[in-house]
């Protein structure tokens, strides 16, 4: 039987603002315990929640770049449930009137792009965490931490319009890029700033009528999300071919096992008893405040990327590497500001530039070797002072040693060899040390070339001019 | 002098030319309170030296002269339910018997802001829940008038205090009639005011959509003076209204010519007390002859509000409640794990009445039964406040009875919820809809104190409180002071 696999994603990410959402408390994260607290986010009785304006915009401006009809009327409810982590045993959310309606995201894949619909994006509060003193299951005691109380989160809600685990990947890969270019969230996984749940069934190809789901927590990074979900679907598949049925019920996704776990089924699940927010009053945009967000929005990652195909005729494979983060694509386009083609920038940012990023876990804007110091480099290759092996080794001194290649060039006497009287008695050197050769590419066999470039390198630690030397071995073969 | 008789005006002139001091004043009331507190009873906790402190502020700010704010050096109570730094608020809860606010509530502030003088925090019905005083988790407060009569509630200590002379004002909170029944029962003035004229910040929350901290006093211009000392937005109150606040003294005049008084005829119901019929009657008659213009008329939704309102009011109570669960302050009960420990708080920590209200405003908001109860009470509270709004298109002020009968006897009514739930059936409108409600003492039934109801327009006090004074300055009833037995 032929299964299709159904998946939407509801995605939290933690907003950057520099209060919490109801309250004037930091969100700083990192904080030693409780140090982020006041009576508010402590839930204290008598206490009263005041929204943060800036998480309003912040979701408004979320919901624009994702294409999302604004609300003109939302509201705050309260979802009721009992956890330590949630002082006020409810967590001030939205339910039936989210500040964004129905929206959509485009991402790429092999075949092109598919559009991925946005049902809703609503605001809530983050709650805080418990810090067990064993396993979860012995633990004699739990502590609790309230800084990350009132953090203030959105959580956005796909469509079931995703078909497998790659394109969940992919929708979350583009949905942080947009999050990121809008500047409203840090997403990073690994600190819980960008966390998703998954909802997954199958059905069989052809058939209207979704499947009995399965939601999917503890995916704490882009690998798991693909990872879980490929497991989870190949458990249901074993599952349904086997006669048996899915069970609705949330599952976790066990990362050392690499296998989904039950977690609770639909008979133990909460009745939130959700009702309006008594302590709030009722929020509403106006169609004027909206435009003046949407006008400050930057120029988001899919218009980036056509602008760069456009203008600097990269490819589209390049384009979208390079505009996938901000970040990137503003190093990219101050390095090319500079003089530099952009081909070559691209190739470098995607080439060296990141190789060295992901060795040393580093984020682009804490590169050590700034745009303008790259720039200087490649146009050094691009005046032949330099070749481009030679570069890479001198990039990575620049990142080591925060030297400028100009400056590293002349201490180590690095200059590239491109004068031919002083090339042609070398590659006569070489030529006649290496009869063998000589005879094997008059024979055909061009490899041989590659050999007797590499001896010339060699004499000269790197600096001949691989175009010169190139050209005058073969003009001095032909001599022979 | 005898001053605790005073009334707040009276006390400042005396402030103002230098004829007592804020000390002497604050220590009559203490003193006073020594005397009457074992039997009545309106007192969780005395704040002796803060109050003496304060009053020594106060009294150096007087020595300055010039303006001081008319509640300076004028001691009163707080309801426990409102929050003042250092010092416990138990809400009438034994789960809050130890909980000591780290932060003052708005009117806290302000009250202190105009060197007000807070001499103790009052006893209440738990949580705020209750009409008699009876449900305090501690201990029942008595009438004045009569010590085995109820004081009516929930703010009975608030009003208990200053009918006992403890004190020359207090704050209670109203969510369905708790500072206008005791007000009723014990022969003083309570206003709720419109829903958000008070920052609601700092009062421990029953019901927050109907909750409202007003003002007790024992006539109506002290009224006029402690709603303007506590009125005003709070950016800490979302729901707290952008309003102006008017010098709601310069509004009292005995003026009423013309007036429109509307009688809403569902709110004089079979059942009614007849002395109380009585008394309003004469009322009403007195108003005629003031030159207002009296007409019936009807508010057609007053008989489903009482239903609505315990379907509103125990949902939001159900959700507000949720916090005292034993893990961040308040009672926590022995468990073994982290459900048997929030059962144990909560059940040990809640008395009966709050727990009825918690299971059925959870019952109310459960899945499938959400929208029988809780929308159709939204849906039934609209049509109240529509009721108001027509109403209000053709009078003034509405005039009823604050409650059916007079004060009854402790214990009384404490196996049937049903009947003391009927002692609210009119004053709950006004919270419904939020509209400002008066009640004033308007005569007396068997020696026990009658309320008057006046409802008025949204944030109209003004004209609420001008009724109130035109009846006040006509009749004495205010001026008799409750004769507390073996004094």
Excluded at chain 1, 251 to 276: M, N, Q, V
Aim: proline letters at 5%; one cysteine or more; hydrophobic letters at 40%.
């Amino acid at each position: 039987m032929d299964y299709e696999i159904v998946i939407g994603l509801e995605v939290h990410v933690e907003l950057k603002t520099h209060s919490k959402i109801f309250c004037g408390c930091s969100t700083e994260f990192g904080m030693e315990p409780n140090r982020n607290v006041c009576p508010v986010c402590l839930g204290l009785p008598g206490v009263l929640p005041v929204i943060n304006e800036k998480v309003i915009e912040f979701a408004v401006r979320t919901g624009l770049a994702l294409n999302c009809e604004i609300a003109s009327f939302s509201k705050f409810d309260r979802k009721n449930y009992y956890y330590p982590d949630l002082p006020k045993n409810f967590q001030t959310s939205q339910y039936d009137l989210p500040i964004c309606g129905k929206g959509y995201l485009d991402i790429e894949l092999e075949g092109g792009t598919k559009r991925i619909g946005i049902t809703r994006v609503h605001m809530e509060e983050d709650a805080g965490k418990l810090i067990h003193s064993g396993t979860i299951s012995n633990s004699e005691y739990a502590l609790v931490d309230y800084n990350r109380t009132g953090v203030p989160l959105i959580e956005i809600v796909s469509e079931p319009d995703i078909r497998t685990p790659e394109e969940a990947k992919a929708y979350l890969e583009k949905l942080k890029s947009i999050l990121s270019y809008l500047d409203v969230s840090d997403c990073k996984m690994e600190e819980g700033s960008l966390r998703c749940d998954a909802n997954i069934s199958l059905r069989l190809k052809g058939e209207e009528k979704l499947g009995t789901r399965a939601e999917i927590k503890n995916l704490n990074s882009f690998k798991a999300v693909q990872k879980g979900l490929e497991h989870e679907a190949y458990r249901q598949e074993e599952v349904l071919s086997e006669g048996g049925r899915i069970v609705q019920e949330t599952r976790s996704w066990d990362e050392t096992r690499g296998i989904t776990l039950s977690l609770r089924s639909k008979e133990f699940a909460h009745d939130y008893r959700y009702f309006p927010e008594p302590d709030l009053v009722p929020i509403v945009t106006t169609p004027e405040w909206i435009a003046s967000i949407e006008a400050s929005l930057p120029e988001l990652p899919d218009a980036r990327k056509q602008r760069m195909i456009k203008e600097y005729g990269l490819s589209s494979y390049d384009a979208g590497v390079i505009t996938a983060s901000r970040p990137m694509a503003d190093y990219f386009d101050e390095v090319v500001s500079l003089g530099v083609e952009a081909k070559t920038a691209a190739n470098w940012l995607m080439s060296e530039v990141s190789k060295l990023l992901n060795a040393s876990s580093t984020e682009i804007k804490d590169c050590p070797v700034k745009p303008a110091a790259l720039a200087e480099m490649l146009t050094l290759i691009a005046k032949g002072t330099i070749s481009g092996k030679m570069a890479k080794t001198i990039f990575e001194t620049m990142w080591e040693s925060g030297k400028t290649a100009a400056e590293i060039v002349e201490e180590q006497g690095l200059v590239q060899m491109s004068d031919e009287s002083e090339l042609i008695a070398i590659v006569d050197g070489v030529l006649a040390a290496n009869p063998q050769s000589v005879a094997d590419y008059k024979a055909g066999k061009d490899r041989a070339i590659g050999f007797l470039v590499g001896q010339i390198m060699k004499q000269t630690k790197g600096r001949a001019n691989p175009e010169v030397v190139n050209r005058l071995l073969k003009q001095q073969i032909e001599k022979i | 002098m005898d001053f605790v008789k005073l009334t707040i005006s009276e006390v400042q002139q005396l402030l103002r030319n230098k004829e007592v001091s804020v000390v002497e004043i604050t220590q009559a009331a203490f003193n006073r309170i020594d005397k009457v507190e074992p039997k009545v009873q309106a007192l969780i906790t005395r704040m002796e030296s803060q109050a003496m402190e304060k009053a020594r502020a106060a009294d150096a700010l007087l020595h300055l002269g010039g303006e001081v704010p008319p509640l300076a050096g004028i001691p009163g109570v707080l309801k426990d339910n409102m929050c003042i730094r250092g010092v416990k608020a138990t809400c009438g809860s034994k789960i809050l018997s130890n909980f000591v606010p780290p932060y003052d509530a708005t009117v806290t502030e302000k009250l202190y802001a105009q060197s007000a003088v807070i001499v103790g925090k009052a006893n209440m019905d738990e949580f705020a829940m209750g009409s008699s005083t009876e449900n305090s988790g501690f201990f029942p407060t008595r009438n004045p008038w009569d010590l085995e009569k109820v004081p009516g509630g929930s703010s009975g200590g608030s009003i208990a205090a200053v009918a006992a002379l403890e004190s020359f004002w207090s704050l209670g909170s109203d969510t369905g009639g708790s500072i206008r029944l005791p007000a009723s029962y014990c022969g003083v003035v309570g206003l709720k005011p419109t829903y958000g004229r008070v920052s609601r910040y700092g009062l421990v929350a029953y019901a927050s959509s109907l909750d409202q901290i007003g003002p007790v006093t024992r006539n109506v211009r002290d009224c006029a003076i402690v709603l303007g000392a506590i009125s005003g937005y709070d950016p800490k109150d979302s729901t707290s209204i952008k309003a102006p606040v008017p010098d709601y003294t310069a509004a009292l005049s005995k003026d009423i010519q013309g007036l429109k008084i509307g009688l809403p005829k569902e709110y004089f119901v079979a059942g009614m007390d007849p002395e109380v019929e009585k008394a309003v009657e004469n009322a009403i008659s007195q108003f005629k002859a003031m030159g207002a213009e009296v007409v019936e008329v009807s508010m057609p939704h007053t008989e489903f509000a009482l239903a609505a309102y315990y379907i509103i009011a125990t949902a939001e109570a159900s959700s507000n409640l949720a916090r005292y669960d034993g893990v961040g302050f308040g009672h926590r009960g022995e468990g073994n794990d982290i459900i048997s420990m929030y059962k144990r708080s909560r059940s040990e920590g809640f008395g009966p009445e709050v727990q009825r209200r918690i299971m059925l405003g959870t019952y109310a908001l459960s899945a499938g039964y959400y929208d029988a109860y809780y929308l159709k009470a939204l849906k039934v509270r609209a049509l109240i406040k529509r009721d108001f709004d027509r109403v209000f298109e053709k009078v003034d002020v509405l005039v009823t009875p604050t409650a059916p009968t007079t004060a009854f006897k402790l214990g009384e009514n404490t196996d049937a919820p049903l009947a003391m739930y009927m002692m609210d059936v009119c004053t709950i409108p006004a919270n419904l809809a939020g509209v400002p409600g008066l009640s004033i003492p308007c005569g007396f039934s068997g020696g026990m104190p009658i309320g008057l109801q006046i409802f008025g327009k949204h944030l109209n006090e003004e004209t609420v409180l001008r009724v109130g004074f035109a009846f006040e300055q006509a009749n004495d009833f205010h001026r008799r002071f409750a004769p507390l037995q073996g004094e």
